[in-house]
């Protein structure tokens, strides 16, 4: 009998937004797309921005990211959710001029060797981020940087209403 993949809830690190702000203030991009002026901007946009924590400008910048969500979570910026769950969010979108939405999940899911087939690596990775991601992974000791995998479902994104 095939193994089939098991996505289980996770009890997620949640900010508070009566400690943070305004939540739009907090969130970023994935890190493969912030540049220096994009992590500036972040960074000026709140003192509680992941990117401080995805892309820690310190000299040392594993150690001050794992210091910074310490920080956060003793203040309660950061509050692990009550019990584990698993997280639905939409992600809206355009392109050539139709508006999108794609509807996901936030799961946990167990690794595996590529060679087993079922789970696919992303088309191209670079040794470098990879090693980067790791230390951050290791150091934190949780993944602040989802993983965003797509699977062969009956229900693409869908044109939606123009507002």
């Known amino acids: 009998m095939p193994m089939t993949h098991r996505i289980e809830p ?44 995805e892309l820690n400008r310190d000299p040392d910048r594993y150690a001050s990211a794992a210091r910074t969500l310490g920080e956060w979570l003793t203040e309660g910026v950061l509050k692990r959710a009550a019990r584990p769950a698993i997280y639905f969010y939409s992600q809206f979108f355009e392109i050539e001029g139709r508006l999108l939405r794609r509807d996901a999940f936030i799961v946990r899911i167990r690794l595996e060797e590529f060679n087993a087939g079922r789970i696919l690596p992303h088309e191209r990775t670079f040794p470098a981020a990879r090693q980067d991601r790791l230390e951050l992974l290791t150091t934190l000791g949780t993944q602040v940087s989802p993983i965003f995998g797509l699977y062969a479902g009956a229900h693409p994104a869908q044109p939606l209403s123009p507002r």
Do not use: E, H, M, W
């Open 10 to 53: 996770f009890a997620g690190l949640l900010y508070d937004a009566d400690r943070c702000g305004t939540l739009s203030n907090v969130v970023a991009p994935p890190y493969d797309l912030i540049d220096k002026a994009r992590q500036d901007a972040l960074y000026a946009r709140s003192l509680y921005n992941v990117v401080r924590l």
